[in-house]
């Protein structure tokens, strides 16, 4: 009787302990699932064509990462609160260019240094904590095209992203990788079999992370297009365009001319059509144009590729070097009015602002109203002393109104749609021509 007690007893307590030892079995699991997740659940396993509508409106930290030593390119090296101004500012994705060649041994395993590695995910955290999309990329790493035919040259880049991939391995969702930038001598055939090689090594440590690929040369709409699409279901493609580059790189002559709007219109054309029929999510990562533009024409540029992008669903991320194509004033921490321009520009909203001078105090305003939906048109205007500011309001079927009070001043203008509850929709900035 005794010994029958005490068996009951015996299993009543190993079961005990196999139910305790399920349990704890189940809350390591998910805790293992939380920490592989980092703290963004919603994310994991989200396809790109879902992603890629949380990502539109994007900005690079061009030439900081990728200069061969820090600082060499007119930038010192990323601050944490650049982070809070572009997600203050509306951006959604901040895309960090780099370059491991010069922080990478040249004798195998070709191990990149670790003062390095932990420089660049601390700047990668900094965003993810603040719920930004973030793509890190291999940048102006030349010396892999260089010397693409020594296989020993095409290991050592291998390696380089078999160790990124390991160490970001845990990161955010919203973390993704860009394989190569604007790779100009390569052929075809090079950044097919590349895109493949890197591909496969990534998939390792992060078997649905999203890649994002290109095509060869400087990575234009046309080498996207025609680059071998990888077998994967997590993938993105990229393309740049600083179309004309006589205009946006050089600084020569004007732009905005039915022409020259039609042909950016056809480029966004041609790869929202490749997407579709590819189910393959596209962002344009690199555009711009130089200070040195004349300034109306740079006004119009920058609102035609955006308006494009976000009429055809393609993510954009300005190009921003901190000089010529600089955005984002650094050390001041402020803003010119291209950042409007990226965050308030929509298909729907007003554009084609002209400022024509009358008289000596009276300007002529003009532009193309694209929707009836909104409460009213505000008109700005801003001087060399002062922000934008509004100087009256008007109809929304009104397309034309007169500044009588401009005497001894320089203005610059630009219209809203204001809406009550959707946001308002910026017109490009005009100066009086």
Same mark, same amino acid.
């Given at each position: 009787?005794?010994?029958?007690? @005490?068996?009951? !007893?015996?299993?009543?307590?190993?079961?005990? $302990?196999?139910?305790? %030892?399920? *349990?704890? =079995?189940?809350?390591?699991?998910?805790?293992?699932?939380?920490?592989?997740?980092?703290?963004?659940?919603?994310?994991?396993?989200?396809?790109?064509?879902?992603?890629?509508?949380?990502?539109?409106?994007?900005?690079?930290?061009?030439?900081?990462?990728?200069?061969?030593?820090?600082?060499?390119?007119?930038?010192?090296?990323?601050?944490?609160?650049?982070?809070?101004?572009?997600?203050?500012?509306?951006?959604?994705?901040?895309?960090?260019?780099?370059?491991?060649?010069?922080?990478?041994?040249?004798?195998?395993?070709?191990?990149?240094?670790?003062?390095? @590695?932990?420089? !660049?995910?601390?700047?990668?955290?900094?965003? $993810?904590?603040?719920? %930004?999309? *973030?793509? =890190?990329?291999?940048?102006?790493?030349?010396?892999?095209?260089?010397?693409?035919?020594?296989?020993?040259?095409?290991?050592?880049?291998?390696?380089?992203?078999?160790?990124?991939?390991?160490?970001?391995?845990?990161?955010?969702?919203?973390?993704?990788?860009?394989?190569?930038?604007?790779?100009?001598?390569?052929?075809?055939?090079?950044?097919?079999?590349?895109?493949?090689?890197?591909?496969?090594?990534?998939?390792?440590?992060?078997?649905?992370?999203?890649?994002?690929?290109?095509?060869?040369?400087?990575?234009?709409?046309?080498?996207?297009?025609?680059?071998?699409?990888?077998?994967?279901?997590?993938?993105?493609?990229?393309?740049?365009?600083?179309?004309?580059?006589?205009?946006?790189?050089?600084?020569?002559?004007?732009?905005?001319?039915?022409?020259?709007?039609?042909?950016?219109?056809?480029?966004?054309?041609?790869?929202?059509?490749?997407?579709?029929?590819?189910?393959?999510?596209?962002?344009?990562?690199?555009?711009?144009?130089?200070?040195?533009?004349?300034?109306?024409?740079?006004?119009?540029?920058?609102?035609?590729?955006?308006?494009?992008?976000?009429?055809?669903?393609?993510?954009?991320?300005?190009?921003?070097?901190?000089?010529?194509?600089?955005?984002?004033?650094?050390?001041?921490?402020?803003?010119?009015?291209?950042?409007?321009?990226?965050?308030?520009?929509?298909?729907?909203?007003?554009?084609?602002?002209?400022?024509?001078?009358?008289?000596?105090?009276?300007?002529?305003?003009?532009?193309?109203?694209?929707?009836?939906?909104?409460?009213?048109?505000?008109?700005?205007?801003?001087?060399?002393?002062?922000?934008?500011?509004?100087?009256?309001?008007?109809?929304?079927?009104?397309?034309?109104?007169?500044?009588?009070?401009?005497?001894?001043?320089?203005?610059?203008?630009?219209?809203?749609?204001?809406?009550?509850?959707?946001?308002?929709?910026?017109?490009?900035?005009?100066?009086?021509?």
């Amino acid at each position: 009787m005794i010994s029958k007690t @005490l068996n009951k !007893v015996s299993i009543k307590r190993h079961g005990s $302990l196999f139910l305790f %030892l399920l *349990i704890l =079995i189940f809350l390591f699991a998910c805790q293992d699932k939380t920490d592989d997740n980092s703290n963004d659940n919603s994310l994991q396993f989200e396809k790109p064509q879902s992603v890629i509508k949380n990502m539109m409106r994007g900005i690079n930290i061009g030439n900081t990462l990728e200069p061969p030593t820090v600082g060499e390119w007119n930038n010192g090296f990323i601050k944490e609160h650049y982070f809070d101004d572009y997600k203050e500012a509306g951006f959604s994705t901040i895309r960090i260019p780099i370059r491991w060649d010069k922080h990478t041994s040249n004798i195998a395993p070709y191990s990149i240094d670790n003062s390095w @590695l932990d420089l !660049v995910e601390m700047v990668v955290d900094w965003g $993810l904590e603040r719920d %930004l999309y *973030i793509i =890190i990329n291999s940048h102006h790493d030349w010396w892999l095209v260089d010397g693409y035919s020594d296989r020993e040259v095409q290991k050592r880049f291998e390696n380089i992203w078999r160790q990124v991939s390991e160490r970001f391995e845990n990161k955010s969702p919203r973390l993704f990788f860009e394989i190569i930038n604007e790779p100009h001598g390569l052929t075809q055939e090079n950044i097919n079999e590349l895109n493949e090689k890197i591909l496969s090594i990534i998939r390792v440590k992060n078997p649905k992370r999203i890649v994002i690929y290109s095509g060869h040369e400087w990575s234009n709409s046309t080498h996207l297009l025609s680059a071998k699409i990888p077998d994967d279901d997590y993938i993105m493609g990229y393309f740049h365009a600083y179309d004309p580059w006589e205009f946006s790189g050089k600084g020569n002559g004007v732009w905005g001319s039915k022409n020259d709007i039609n042909a950016i219109k056809s480029k966004f054309e041609s790869v929202a059509k490749w997407s579709t029929n590819n189910n393959i999510p596209v962002m344009i990562s690199e555009f711009g144009a130089v200070h040195d533009c004349d300034y109306n024409s740079r006004m119009l540029h920058y609102s035609t590729y955006v308006d494009q992008a976000i009429l055809h669903g393609i993510a954009f991320q300005a190009w921003d070097d901190g000089g010529q194509f600089g955005i984002y004033e650094r050390t001041a921490r402020t803003w010119p009015e291209v950042k409007d321009i990226l965050i308030h520009t929509y298909p729907e909203g007003p554009t084609m602002l002209k400022a024509r001078l009358q008289t000596d105090s009276s300007v002529r305003l003009t532009w193309q109203n694209r929707t009836i939906s909104n409460e009213r048109i505000i008109i700005e205007r801003k001087t060399e002393n002062s922000a934008f500011l509004p100087i009256t309001e008007v109809g929304v079927n009104t397309a034309e109104y007169v500044d009588k009070d401009i005497e001894g001043l320089m203005p610059i203008y630009r219209v809203i749609a204001d809406f009550s509850s959707d946001p308002d929709m910026y017109s490009n900035p005009a100066r009086i021509k």
